[in-house]
């Protein structure tokens, strides 16, 4: 009972009591799904009173539900249960919430749950971490040929059986184990939807049955059509798959086919789909099977966002930035961002963060702009360390704060793995002593740290002036010539030629001679000339 009745339901107040006939009958009409795209938190994250919390809602799946007393052998449609229940019947056993008319109005892609029909049915929990990992990894992407497998959400002893959750010895047929093709293939045989498709995988990938393409295009099509839009998905990309090897022609009949399947599995909430067949749309070249359709590929990313699919969120967050796909609209673009950060997209809460400083087509705000930064931060993006150094180091729309400014440049920073914006800003607060103690063989350290982004040229100069350490003209040298010739970097070339004549003038010719041709610096030639070169 638990693990059926609707999460909107009054906790039961009354026990069914007498013989074996007494039943409850529950009848649920699911219209639409609300999902956050964090897919995984900890203690720390949270904030609020948030004591004693163990988990967080990840999905609330939204409709309508009825529930009433009922009797064992009698079953009910939907409807029935719905008219036993009428207007009244808020006590006990018997509770209504929403109309059936209503959700039966419900559009697949309204922006907002449908009014009279969103009472939440199920939640799915998710357990908080122990504690908050040091950072995140980058979401994983699934592999080109792999295909979904569907989990059981029933609670631990239970088994999916249809719609409902069941004790394994009540349930006539239950979804099986992906990799269990036995078990499979006699569940799908009893007529389980969710076990065809898996028995589908199966035939597609050969391992342990034979490979059968046309037996897997028929399981899917046959799951597809029972409401499964995992196998709508897998259908629709089996058969691009063969258009693309010619094993079916690749003419208008097959397009539509596979419109038809990829459409039905983004319609009915497969945000993986949603986010896979956006790319089809906006694929060129020879490998193209779809025409180009950037308008279709948008409204997919938009549902696929909309289902919490943090890629999605992130494709479509970039479009509206850049207003070439889609229209440009940096305002929408801020949510939609928003969710790919929280999603794990670290690079999007640096473009996000990045609009809310600048104010660049949506309102200016620092304090928003922090905690994106900061969230990126924790996810291992050492830029929006950086970036959230630097808003408190210049008091950018929010309070200068240098010691929360040391902080971010010091975590993007670390020994081991570092961002070169962050070390070159920590390095620069410990050489002009900014709210920290002078420090230059710290600062020069950290220069040399990030050699190619300016690094070791501001390191030579330190060494080669004695500039709060003691003057060492070979490791300038070493370090100019690192910069310059490694690097390309024209201050350190200019600083490393008159270096280098007083070390060895034959090499200096050359190098003079090398620098005259590739960059065409007068400096250069003329001092090629001097030493004795030919004029370039």
């Known amino acids: ?62 409709g309508a539900f009825a529930m009433a007393p009922g009797s064992r052998g009698a079953a009910r449609t939907v409807d029935q249960v719905f008219a036993a229940v009428g207007s009244s019947g808020q006590g006990g056993t018997t509770s209504k919430e929403g109309e059936i008319d209503a959700c039966r109005a419900a559009k697949p892609d309204a922006q907002a749950p449908t009014e009279r029909c969103h009472a939440p049915l199920r939640l799915e929990l998710v357990p908080l971490l122990a504690k908050k990992a040091a950072a995140a990894a980058p979401p994983v992407k699934q592999a080109e040929d792999e295909l979904p497998k569907l989990s059981n959400p029933c609670p631990e002893g239970t088994v999916l059986s249809g719609a409902k959750c069941s004790p394994p010895s009540f349930a006539p047929t239950h979804l099986c184990e992906p990799a269990d093709a036995r078990s499979c293939a006699a569940e799908c045989g009893k007529g389980d939807v969710g076990s065809c498709y898996h028995l589908g995988i199966q035939y597609l990938g050969g391992k342990d049955l034979p490979r059968e393409d046309a037996r897997a295009a028929e399981l899917f099509e046959k799951a597809c059509g029972a409401g499964v839009p995992q196998a709508c998905y897998a259908r629709a990309k089996q058969h691009l798959r063969d258009m693309k090897s010619a094993k079916v022609p690749p003419d208008a009949a097959g397009r539509a086919k596979v419109r038809e399947f990829a459409d039905k599995a983004c319609e009915m909430g497969d945000s993986l789909a949603c986010f896979s067949v956006a790319e089809w749309y906006l694929s060129e070249g020879p490998q193209a099977v779809l025409p180009k359709d950037p308008t279709r590929a948008v409204a997919f990313l938009r549902r696929g966002c909309d289902l919490g699919h943090g890629p999605s969120c992130s494709a479509l967050g970039k479009m509206l930035v850049e207003g070439k796909l889609a229209a440009k609209d940096v305002g929408v673009a801020v949510g939609v961002l928003q969710r790919a950060c929280q999603g794990g997209q670290s690079e999007d809460c640096v473009d996000l963060g990045d609009i809310l400083r600048k104010g660049q087509g949506a309102p200016k705000d620092g304090a928003k702009a922090i905690a994106a930064y900061a969230y990126g931060c924790s996810l291992g993006d050492m830029r929006a360390c950086n970036a959230a150094g630097s808003v408190y180091a210049e008091g950018d729309g929010v309070p200068k704060d240098v010691a929360k400014a040391y902080s971010f440049f010091e975590k993007g920073c670390p020994e081991k793995g570092f961002g070169a914006e962050a070390c070159m800003s920590l390095a620069g607060m410990y050489e002009k002593g900014t709210g920290i103690p002078r420090d230059m063989p710290r600062a020069a350290a950290l220069y040399e740290k990030v050699c190619g982004t300016g690094g070791c040229l501001r390191a030579a100069e330190i060494w080669q002036r004695g500039d709060g350490v003691t003057a060492d003209p070979e490791r300038a040298y070493s370090l100019y010539e690192k910069a310059c010739t490694q690097w390309g970097e024209k201050r350190a070339c200019d600083a490393f030629g008159p270096l280098l004549e007083r070390k060895d003038k034959e090499r200096a010719r050359t190098f003079y001679a090398d620098q005259c041709a590739r960059t065409q610096d007068k400096a250069a030639c003329a001092a090629q000339k001097r030493l004795g070169g030919a004029a370039r």
């Open 1 to 62: 009972m638990q693990a059926n009745v609707p999460f909107g339901a009054p906790a039961l107040s009354t026990a069914i009591e007498g013989g074996g006939s007494a039943a409850i009958d529950v009848a649920l009409v699911p219209t639409g799904k609300m999902a956050t795209t964090v897919a995984s938190s900890s203690a720390q994250d949270l904030s609020g009173s948030c004591e004693g919390a163990t988990h967080f809602v990840r999905t609330a799946l939204l």
